[in-house]
């Protein structure tokens, strides 16, 4: 059963709009949320977190909302740029489980259209 | 700016056909991890490493897998005999420490077994 789940496997917005990204959990055990950027044929890239504490993390055009009680998370990046346009992945860590191992959602593919 | 390394970046292999993987993690980073992502998923865990030990090694699958980080730096992962089903990218992560929630991946192998 998945733990994490991005439920849109696609999204394509227009360069200068608002993208948002979402992101399901069922595990009440995660402490730390992330989301990682991927390029084709390279390595998921560390974009921003936020803590289990926390409501909302900003950096620069990315801002990530975490809603506890929904047990959902999103990721705002605004303005939308053609270079935004990679795979997304939300990704949760379990407190005091497995050394801080992640589990990651299948990933949302964002496509900024110029 | 450090990275992590990994090589070779693309393999090719017929089944049953033994294949190795190698990783060099950001310089002072205690903890490592081995994830594979088959197309259309997001990273799954393999194995991870607190300096030469195995922390976690529960969804390795062990009959066919192996990995080792004998001196606590760069690692391997290896597969033997391979299967058509380990098509796949082989993404390796690091991180400061077991405590980081923020884990630095490679570019990955991408393995496709013929």
């Known amino acids: 059963d998945q733990q994490v789940k991005q439920n849109s496997p696609s999204l394509s917005v227009q360069e200068g709009r608002i993208s948002i990204l979402n992101c399901d959990y069922t595990n009440s055990m995660f402490d730390y949320f992330l989301w990682y950027k991927k390029y084709p044929a390279e390595g998921p890239t560390f974009l921003i977190s936020i803590s289990s504490i926390k409501d909302k993390n900003e950096d620069g055009r990315f801002t990530v909302f975490l809603n506890k009680s929904a047990k959902h998370l999103s990721l705002h990046i605004v303005p939308s740029q053609p270079g935004d346009s990679a795979v997304y992945f939300c990704?949760?860590?379990?407190?005091?489980?497995?050394?801080?191992?992640?589990?990651f959602g299948k990933g949302t593919k964002l496509s900024v259209k110029p | 700016e450090a990275e992590v390394a990994q090589s070779p970046r693309y393999k090719i292999t017929e089944k049953s056909q033994a294949v190795a993987f190698w990783c060099d993690p950001i310089?002072?980073?205690?903890?490592l991890y081995w994830y594979r992502q088959i197309l259309g998923q997001g990273p799954e865990l393999l194995v991870q490493?607190?300096?030469?030990?195995?922390?976690?090694d529960s969804q390795l699958p062990k009959d066919r897998f192996s990995a080792e980080r004998l001196k606590g730096v760069d690692s391997t992962l290896k597969i033997q005999p391979a299967e058509l089903g380990d098509s796949a990218m082989y993404l390796c992560a690091s991180a400061p420490g077991q405590g980081s929630h923020e884990q630095y991946f490679g570019p990955g192998t991408r393995l496709t077994v013929t």
């Open positions: 490493f607190q300096d030469e030990s195995v922390v976690d």
């Open positions: 310089s002072g980073h205690a903890t």
């Open positions: 990704a949760a860590r379990v407190y005091g489980g497995s050394q801080g191992n992640l589990i």
